[in-house]
């Protein structure tokens, strides 16, 4: 009576319609595209089907191992890529707003203790630049690159510490290499030399 019970319960009906309508219309859809995914591997299917056992399952092995690492790659660049973005979103807001210099070193001491070495040196990168136009009363030019901003403070004793501070920011930000706490204090050295310039 229990078998029966079992057998008579509507995923073991075999006279059940298929599902129609949008659910079928997924399924189809979704066949496509793992067809259309394996499509590239059937000639690498064809070509170690006369393989041995263990060097099959080797290829295959290395094969599942490309592709996660494939894929592993993909969500650390899309995950870097959002970071990103909203540091950059962080760091525009400074720019378009009025901000002292003052306020951009707070800015980046609050960012240190958060551990966003990167985005703390750039915020003390503006506001070098900003004290050392006050200083010599010149504006900010805001379409000059971090290379330009360095010839122009070239002949000036402030060149040394501003090549600290723009090559860390084109390693870290634009490399992206990895910013650490000891790269933060290198800047911080480099910001507290211009300001005792000042």
Same mark, same amino acid.
């Given at each position: 009576? =229990?078998?029966?019970? =079992?057998?008579? !319960?509507?995923?073991?009906? $075999? ?13 189809? /859809? ?5 067809? %259309? *995914? ?8 064809? %070509? ?5 056992? /263990?060097?099959?399952? $080797? ?9 996660? +690492?494939?894929?592993?790659?993909? =969500?650390?660049?899309? =995950? ?14 400074? &720019?378009?707003? @009025?901000?002292? /210099? ?8 609050? *960012?240190?203790?958060?551990?966003? %070495? ?5 915020? $003390?990168? !503006? ?20 290379? @330009? ?23 870290? %930000?634009?490399?992206?290499?990895? *910013?650490?706490? +000891?790269?933060?204090?290198?800047? &911080? !050295? +480099?910001?507290?030399?211009? !300001?005792?310039?000042?």
């Amino acid at each position: 009576q =229990v078998a029966e019970e =079992v057998v008579s !319960r509507s995923y073991y009906r $075999l006279d059940v319609d298929p599902p129609s309508g949008a659910v079928a219309s997924i399924l189809q /859809a979704t066949g496509e595209f793992l067809q %259309w *995914c394996l499509k590239p591997f059937e000639g690498v299917f064809d %070509w170690i089907e006369g393989l041995p056992a /263990a060097v099959r399952n $080797l290829l295959v092995i290395v094969l599942l191992l490309v592709v996660i +690492a494939l894929l592993v790659h993909i =969500v650390y660049s899309i =995950v870097s890529a959002a970071k990103r973005k909203k540091m950059k979103v962080q760091l525009d807001d400074a &720019h378009t707003q @009025e901000h002292s /210099a003052s306020e951009l070193e707070r800015n980046a001491m609050d *960012c240190s203790s958060a551990g966003e %070495w990167v985005l703390a040196i750039r915020y $003390l990168y !503006r506001a070098a630049i900003i004290r050392i136009c006050k200083k010599e009363e010149n504006r900010i030019g805001s379409g000059m690159t971090n290379r @330009e901003q360095l010839m122009r403070l070239r002949n000036t004793p402030f060149f040394e510490p501003i090549r600290i501070l723009g090559n860390m920011v084109e390693q870290k %930000w634009y490399g992206e290499q990895a *910013c650490t706490g +000891a790269d933060f204090e290198v800047c &911080h !050295r +480099a910001h507290q030399q211009i !300001r005792d310039l000042l």
